[in-house]
């Protein structure tokens, strides 16, 4: 099956830039995705990539895909607080259904 | 009041007991999912339903079974609880017309004893 591969924990600075990894083994998704898990909810859509862009830009969001690699990264600019969450990426099966990455658990200090 | 509702938020069962988690929606989608998830794992996906008369194996369907009652309800049993499936659950759906968006509940955090 399919292999997400994320980093369980990244710290920041309040005010910083923070980048989440991921790396996938399949290529086949037609999107890639980012969802954000806050404490205590579910996972909420935070942005998503067509297969066929290598970059796409949302306010402080910037996601880098880069195909030849198998690399996906979420960027976020001016880091707050309330960006402390879990951030997964996720693939699409051949039944349109998900496939999710480990997660990546953001801690932003004050 | 939320799209997509799951009962009970917190269970805690013992080894062998039935339990049902249950999911409602009011977003009139025909897809809806169950995953599991786990620290460290991700979500991983139990069954998932396209419509009231289909259902579908997830990657880890084993120990689970799911009911789609109506479009609105889709239902996650495990008939013998164990211990190895404490974990955190969601109920999510999709429009099914090529939206790329699951809408997830807020989650049932079960505990086998």
């Known amino acids: 099956g399919e292999d997400v591969e994320q980093s369980l924990f990244l710290s920041v600075r309040e005010g910083d830039s923070s980048v989440i990894n991921c790396t996938y083994t399949?290529?086949?998704?037609?999107?890639l995705y980012w969802y954000k898990q806050e404490p205590g909810a579910g996972l909420q859509l935070l942005t998503y990539?067509?297969?066929?862009?290598d970059m796409k830009q949302d306010q402080r969001l910037t996601v880098l895909l880069n195909k030849k690699d198998k690399h996906l990264s979420l960027r976020i600019a001016d880091t707050q607080t309330g960006d402390s969450a879990i951030y997964f990426c996720?693939?699409?099966?051949?039944?349109?259904?998900?496939?999710f990455g480990t997660g990546t658990r953001l801690t932003v200090i004050p | 009041d939320a799209d997509v509702t799951q009962t009970p938020r917190n269970r805690i069962t013992k080894t062998g007991k039935r339990i049902m988690l249950e999911c409602s929606q009011t977003?009139?989608?025909?897809?809806m999912y169950w995953y599991r998830q786990d620290p460290g794992l991700g979500l991983r996906l139990i069954y998932y339903?396209?419509?009231?008369?289909?259902?579908n194996k997830g990657e880890i369907s084993d120990g689970y079974s799911v009911s789609r009652q109506a479009q609105a309800k889709f239902s996650l049993s495990l008939e013998s609880a164990i211990p190895n499936q404490t974990a955190l659950y969601f109920c999510?759906?999709?429009?099914?017309?090529?939206?790329?968006?699951?809408?997830f509940g807020p989650g049932t955090r079960l505990t086998v004893l």
């Open positions: 999510a759906t999709n429009d099914g017309t090529g939206g790329v968006e699951q809408f």
């Open positions: 399949d290529s086949s998704s037609t999107y």
């Open positions: 977003k009139g989608h025909d897809r």
């Open positions: 339903s396209f419509d009231v008369k289909d259902i």
């Open positions: 996720a693939g699409e099966t051949g039944a349109n259904n998900l496939f």
């Open positions: 990539i067509f297969s066929n862009m």
